[in-house]
């Protein structure tokens, strides 16, 4: 499995809303200038963001991006899978991936084994977590 710049990008982004919010909505080209990534990607990323839930948006001179919940409600794993997908580390352990060969796999159990330590670890922590 690997993190593609944008789940990356992502957590930085919700990272700066909870640092930077004073109850205000943030400008996506404050964002960008803040975390030098180019605002037409920015623009991907929170769509994306957005589709999810996560954030709350205003049009206008005074609108922007804020979060829509507090930082220790957002799980770090949540954040990932609403950029990158699944984050199993082979297609098989995947929604759609189904393996004719699984029940004889002698490798099964180890990359399910990963599946469950990379699940379990993203899931432990928050955006507080790595705010702090």
């Given at each position: ?53 996560f954030l709350k948006t205003a049009r206008g001179t005074t609108g922007g991006y804020k979060l829509a919940k507090p930082a220790n409600e957002y799980i770090v794993g949540d954040i990932l899978r609403a950029t990158e997908g699944e984050l199993a ?44």
């Amino acid at each position: 499995m690997k993190i593609s710049t944008k789940g990356r990008y992502a957590l930085r982004v919700m990272i700066d809303l909870a640092l930077n919010s004073n109850g205000n909505f943030i400008a996506l080209k404050e964002i960008a200038k803040r975390q030098d990534i180019t605002i037409k990607y920015l623009e991907q990323i929170v769509s994306l963001l957005n589709k999810a839930g996560f954030l709350k948006t205003a049009r206008g001179t005074t609108g922007g991006y804020k979060l829509a919940k507090p930082a220790n409600e957002y799980i770090v794993g949540d954040i990932l899978r609403a950029t990158e997908g699944e984050l199993a580390p082979i297609y098989c352990l995947t929604e759609q991936g189904s393996c004719s060969r699984q029940k004889q796999c002698k490798t099964y159990s180890f990359w399910k084994g990963l599946d469950d330590v990379i699940n379990e670890y993203v899931d432990s922590k928050t955006l507080a977590d790595l705010i702090k």
